[in-house]
């Protein structure tokens, strides 16, 4: 049970990491830190002070850059392969629990959290032509508060961690094809 609930949590972090690559990392870092989890290395340097304090930094300027429109765009061009990297550490760092090799936790990582960041970024355009970009703060907040539940469930209860990122994938995907129908059906015709 203990294989497949560490499973369940490691695709609950990387998850989260598509949706914000620092708030999954700081937290399991800080709960490294205080000794209320254990990581393997050298994935145990996400508990380290000094780690922390580079995701603290690094993760707040993020979080105000994502709130501001037109910054947000090109925070997402330049950082976007972030939140992959933190989903692949993030499963590799629980799936010692789950006795998978690092290199295959890593791959499964970078694709759950890549295949979040990929959602995240096709329903991006929808908030941003449907609001002008004035909604894009909101959306952003969304997805921190999204990461941050998901997190938290996944170190919690990873059943309902992994339940939520499938209801997660299934909402962004009917958002953008619902987008993508209004964007079609709004298209003058030549």
Not at 70 to 94: E, K, M, N, P, R
Not at 149 to 155: N, Q
Not at 169 to 183: C, K, N, P
């Amino acid at each position: 049970m203990e294989l497949f609930s560490g499973f369940l949590s490691a695709l609950g972090l990387s998850g989260a990491a598509g949706l914000n690559a620092y708030i999954p990392l700081f937290l399991v870092g800080v709960l490294a830190n205080l000794g209320l989890v254990s990581l393997d290395q050298p994935f145990d340097l996400l508990g380290s002070t000094w780690t922390l304090l580079v995701i603290f930094l690094v993760g707040l300027a993020d979080f105000i850059g994502d709130k501001i429109p037109g910054v947000d765009h090109v925070l997402h061009l330049v950082t976007g392969w972030i939140g992959a990297a933190a989903g692949a550490v993030l499963f590799a760092s629980q799936a010692g629990v789950a006795d998978v090799s690092p290199a295959l936790a890593g791959v499964l990582g970078l694709i759950v959290a890549g295949g979040v960041q990929a959602g995240r970024a096709a329903v991006r355009p929808a908030a941003t032509t449907l609001t002008a970009g004035v909604g894009n703060p909101a959306v952003s907040t969304a997805e921190d508060a999204l990461s941050l539940g998901l997190s938290v469930l996944a170190l919690t209860i990873p059943a309902l961690a992994a339940l939520g990122l499938v209801g997660l994938l299934w909402w962004g995907w009917r958002m953008f094809t619902r987008w993508r129908a209004w964007r079609r059906s709004a298209a003058p015709m030549v």
